[in-house]
């Protein structure tokens, strides 16, 4: 399978903990995307990376969140000190350049307890 | 910046007959709209894509349709089956002042298809 991946599928932790999720993008695609995505609502956009450059962040990302993406490839989202309204599925996408449609993992399903 | 509406929130078919989800943008300089499925547990699949250059694409049983003047696109499921019971996603994409090509999405539509 060559789609985006994404682990852990599935985080419970304790607020106030720290947590980190990894997205593989497929191997070609230069642009990496995370959303966060909550119940019964469309994905929101977080930020997104071209090769390792991160370009643009939303103002939901707070300063507790950071994204990496270090050699171009697999990118890290962690999220410090989370809080239960951290509680959502975490989707990354990838595409091959800014004009070309996004592929979108299955996601990250973070509860904080 | 870009607002995108969706609706119905639901709708329910009997398997066979056609389904048709509405949504609405704001940015007129919004130039790509993409539908996406998702399924329980899982991530967005693209289903079928517009570029604002065009009225209509057709792939076997979906279809989508936009109206630039009127700021509306439409996805059309004809001959619905039960694996088409999924929640639908329209969004619409548009390059921000900062050059990023910004995707928003509407709040989903949940179909059922009843057998």
């Known amino acids: 399978d060559t789609g985006v991946s994404q682990n852990p599928r599935h985080k419970i932790t304790k607020r106030g903990q720290n947590v980190t999720f990894r997205c593989d993008p497929i191997s070609e695609h230069n642009r990496l995307y995370w959303y966060r995505q909550t119940l019964g609502q469309g994905p929101e956009f977080l930020t997104y990376f071209q090769n390792e450059a991160q370009l643009e962040k939303s103002r939901l990302l707070s300063d507790r969140f950071s994204a990496e993406r270090p050699k171009g490839s697999f990118s890290t989202l962690e999220i410090q000190r989370t809080e239960q309204g951290d509680s959502a599925m975490y989707l990354c996408?990838?595409?091959?350049?800014?004009?070309?449609?996004?592929?979108f993992g299955p996601g990250t399903r973070l509860t904080v307890t | 910046g870009e607002n995108v509406e969706q609706h119905p929130s639901t709708l329910s078919v009997q398997e066979g007959d056609s389904a048709v989800i509405k949504c609405t943008y704001s940015d007129s300089a919004s130039n790509y709209f993409p539908w996406y499925k998702q399924e329980l547990g899982k991530g967005p699949q693209l289903i079928i894509d517009?570029?604002?250059?065009?009225g209509e694409k057709k792939d076997q049983r979906i279809a989508v349709t936009l109206n630039k003047t009127a700021k509306h696109f439409s996805l059309h499921i004809t001959e619905t089956q039960p694996e088409d019971s999924a929640v639908y996603f329209c969004a619409a994409r548009v390059r921000d002042s900062g050059g990023y090509q910004k995707v928003t999405f509407g709040i989903g539509t949940k179909l059922q298809v009843i057998p």
């Open positions: 996408a990838s595409s091959l350049n800014r004009d070309y449609e996004q592929y």
């Open positions: 517009i570029r604002s250059n065009v």
